[in-house]
């Protein structure tokens, strides 16, 4: 999961199961000459999430980190606001639940209401948005960081170490929190937002802020993957593959700089462009046969 752990202040953590499942299962197939084939498949297993024995939600996940995933989930969805709520996450796969006890025994406040609006997404398997998701999104107001080109490059020959699940099975998308050109935590997951949630979790349990950091993400740049960035204080976000329109005016709106299609020597920036410093400008002959070949 980590490349780098910064330094960071742990105040408190709850208790943590640990049931993380292997990502991928082997399996056989025959490819296009009938010839049998030892393959690897990406896993996806059912976790329905309960507080305090209420259900808010099934997720669809690779299962490698089902606590951080669930912590993740609940912060960035806003359902709960202050880790110190959190008792204990405790995720058993006999009965497909990740349990969640808080400190109070009361779960969340309001839960029913919470949850009764809900947005459904373009995330991979159908995502969710709450009401108080949206109604929390613009509490924070995300910084201004200016980020190198030369940044940019480095951290996209950074990435090309990572999808290690990708590379051996397909089927799953990779997001990292990044610092600069150093990859903090890479996860990866059946959907973006699972892997985004699961990036939340760690910061969450770790102590750790997003004003100062990139993320990053194989997937598109959706409302969704904005949203989840700006509950997360990450002002950047840099994607190998497009956008979404509506991902763009919320970009927009949040100040959040979007830099996609983002792959060797190039990239887009659809929002912030104020904010990028041109200090690697590669020559436009090598970059634009480099599209062509690629």
């Known amino acids: 999961m980590s490349a780098e752990i910064e330094e960071h202040r742990v105040l408190y953590r709850p208790v943590l199961s640990d049931e993380g499942l292997d990502p991928t299962r082997p399996v056989s197939a025959r490819d296009e000459f009938g010839d049998p084939r030892e393959l690897n498949i990406a896993g996806e297993y059912p976790l329905t999430i309960k507080v305090d024995d209420a259900e808010v939600v099934t997720l669809m996940t690779l299962g490698t980190y089902p606590e951080k995933l669930t912590l993740g989930y609940l912060r960035n969805q806003r359902l709960i606001d202050d880790i110190n709520e959190i008792?204990?996450?405790r995720v058993d796969w006999d009965r497909e639940t990740?349990?969640?006890l808080t400190t109070h025994?009361?779960?969340i406040v309001d839960l029913h209401e919470k949850i009764s609006k809900r947005t459904v997404t373009s995330g991979c398997g159908q995502g969710t948005i709450f009401s108080c998701t949206l109604d929390k999104?613009?509490?924070?107001?995300?910084?201004?960081?200016e980020i190198r080109q030369s940044t940019i490059y480095a951290l996209l020959k950074?990435?090309?170490?990572?999808?290690e699940i990708y590379r051996a099975a397909g089927a799953v998308h990779g997001c990292a929190l990044?610092?600069?050109?150093?990859i903090l935590y890479f996860i990866e997951d059946v959907g973006r937002h699972n892997a985004t949630d699961t990036i939340a979790g760690e910061m969450w349990l770790e102590g750790?802020?997003?004003?100062d950091k990139i993320f990053y993400t194989t997937g598109r740049l959706t409302s969704e993957i904005v949203m989840k960035a700006a509950h997360m204080g990450i002002p950047v976000l840099v994607s190998r593959s497009g956008i979404t329109y509506m991902g763009l005016e919320?970009?927009?709106?949040l100040g959040v700089t979007m830099v996609a299609r983002a792959k060797g020597r190039h990239f887009l920036v659809y929002n912030g462009e104020d904010t990028i410093l041109y200090d690697e400008v590669p020559e436009k002959r090598a970059v634009l046969s480099g599209r062509q070949t690629s």
């Open 137 to 145: 999104l613009y509490d924070t107001r995300l910084p201004r960081v």
């Open 158 to 163: 950074t990435i090309n170490s990572y999808n």
């Open 98 to 100: 990740a349990d969640v």
């Open 208 to 211: 750790i802020g997003g004003s």
């Open 178 to 182: 990044c610092k600069g050109s150093r």
């Open 87 to 89: 008792a204990e996450v």
């Open 250 to 253: 919320l970009a927009q709106d």
């Open 105 to 107: 025994g009361d779960g």
